[in-house]
């Protein structure tokens, strides 16, 4: 009997919700099945209360192969999906979800990139390095989300990340993994990563004043 990865995506869902890591009806989650196509997070639905018919079916050419609700919409977030599984086909799910930390991060750096610390969570994003210099990618966060990931497809086609992770500015963050229990783990991961940059901005503003 086939394992039904809406059930991983469900309970990742009520995790990140109470979190307050997908409030209301914030951010989106998806899996790939064995034909390629995958499940992502309807749009409009509270993550907190999932059920497996708050889904929908969607092929890596973005056409719906399975529509439980048919007044069901995918999520305005599908195309970042579909960038990153064109991007990483060895990718099986891809977690986005919106914090505050998140926001706040992104809006440490001018550029295109966040650089991350250099700390023992890192080996949990698979970097094994002494003193790693990593960043995360980071984008802008233009209203029009298929412009997003068309950036998202143009620039990783160019310069693959170190990490399987993304920023878009003001917006949330994106990763992506083997397994949606791999995700799980990155979404925390990062967070986590995020939550020790603002304490360590914070605690330097606090020494200048």
């Not at 610390?117 to 029009?144: C, D």
């Amino acid at each position: 009997m086939s394992v039904d990865l809406r059930t991983d995506l469900i309970v990742a869902a009520k995790h990140f919700y109470a979190q307050g890591w997908m409030v209301g009806t914030a951010g989106n989650l998806s899996a790939r099945l064995d034909d390629g196509s995958f499940w992502i997070t309807a749009s409009g639905r509270q993550k907190g209360n999932l059920t497996e018919t708050d889904f929908i079916r969607i092929n890596l050419d973005g056409t719906i192969v399975e529509q439980p609700h048919p007044d069901s919409r995918p999520s305005a977030e599908t195309s970042i999906h579909l960038a990153v599984y064109n991007s990483f086909p060895e990718a099986q799910a891809c977690y986005h979800v919106h914090s505050v930390e998140a926001n706040l991060v992104s809006r440490l750096a001018a550029g295109d990139a966040v650089s991350l610390p250099a700390i023992e969570m890192l080996k949990g994003l698979g970097v094994w390095e002494e003193n790693p210099q990593v960043s995360i990618p980071l984008f802008t966060n233009y209203l029009e989300v298929p412009k997003i990931a068309q950036e998202i497809c143009e620039v990783f086609a160019i310069s693959p990340p170190k990490v399987p992770a993304l920023l878009i500015r003001d917006h949330g963050v994106t990763v992506w993994a083997n397994s949606p229990a791999a995700a799980y783990n990155y979404i925390e991961i990062v967070e986590y990563i995020f939550r020790y940059m603002m304490t360590a901005s914070q605690s330097i503003l606090d020494d200048k004043f």
